[in-house]
Nanobody, 114 residues
Framework: QVQLVESGGGLVQPGGSLRLSCAASGSILSINMMGWYRQAPGKERELVATITSGGSTNYADSVKGRFTISRDNAKNTVYLQMNSLKSEDTAVYYC????????WGQGTQVTVSS
């Protein structure tokens, strides 16, 4: 089964950048949809960005133009490049694989604060 491990989170100042990585223990070649979600304290988990095996992407309006999702199937890794970070981006970010059968990572904390 696919296991996902996120990394790259941390504390950054507003306007800063971070790149999150989602490393899969198994191959993601057979998984069409990969995505990043986030959950802030006291709030529902929300979609941040998705990417298909063909490279088609979709972004939440709140991150469009600032975040970029990408995948490297050879490395079984999905990335989320986050630029121009805002305090409202503070959340635990989760990697997700699949739709019908979903696999989730443990999450990585992103804190944007001065």
């Amino acid at each position: 089964q696919v296991q996902l491990v996120e990394s790259g989170g941390g504390l950054v100042q507003p306007g800063g950048s971070l790149r999150l990585s989602c490393a899969a223990s198994g191959s993601i070649l057979s998984i069409n949809m990969m995505g990043w979600y986030r959950q802030a304290p006291g709030k529902e988990r929300e979609l941040v960005a998705t990417i298909t095996s063909g490279g088609s992407t979709n972004y939440a309006d709140s991150v469009k133009g600032r975040f970029t999702i990408s995948r490297d199937n050879a490395k079984n890794t999905v990335y989320l490049q986050m630029n121009s970070l805002k305090s409202e981006d503070t959340a635990v970010y989760y990697c997700k694989a699949g739709i019908i059968r979903q696999y989730w990572g443990q999450g990585t904390q992103v804190t944007v604060s001065s």
